[in-house]
């Protein structure tokens, strides 16, 4: 388990090296202890429940709840060597089924 607030702090400073040229990308899979991440769209009054800390997300959406036993992979790429731009990049990995 790897608390939430840690794996922030250890992407940026992973993020920071790789536009350094010190660190590779990395994909990094880890589990959190019961929290809930709010993207930017997410509404205090959406979460009935907080029975779980709440940690604020740059990512877009509502609420995701992460616990034990739920694997989370980070991506960590460095776009400077594809292309720059985030969305040419996704939209070219797609399957031509999902282009669609």
């Known amino acids: ?7 922030v702090a250890a992407m940026e400073t992973h993020v ?19 929290l809930y991440t ?13 029975r779980f800390p709440v940690f604020a997300s740059g990512r877009g959406g509502q609420y995701t709840y992460h616990g034990p036993g739920q694997r989370v992979a980070y991506v960590m790429l ?9 969305r040419a990049f996704v ?7 999902v282009r669609a």
Do not use: C, F, I, Q
Not at 1 to 7: C, V
Not at 39 to 50: E, F, I, N, P
Not at 78 to 86: A, E, H, I, S
């Open 16 to 34: 920071a090296d790789m536009a350094a040229g010190r660190a590779g990308e990395r994909l990094w899979l880890v589990e959190h202890p019961p």
């Open 91 to 97: 939209v070219a990995r797609k399957p031509a089924a």
């Open 1 to 7: 388990l790897t608390p939430y607030a840690e794996a």
């Open 78 to 86: 460095d776009l400077n060597k594809r292309g720059k731009d985030v």
């Open 38 to 50: 709010a993207g930017t769209s997410a509404r205090s009054a959406d979460l009935l429940d907080a």
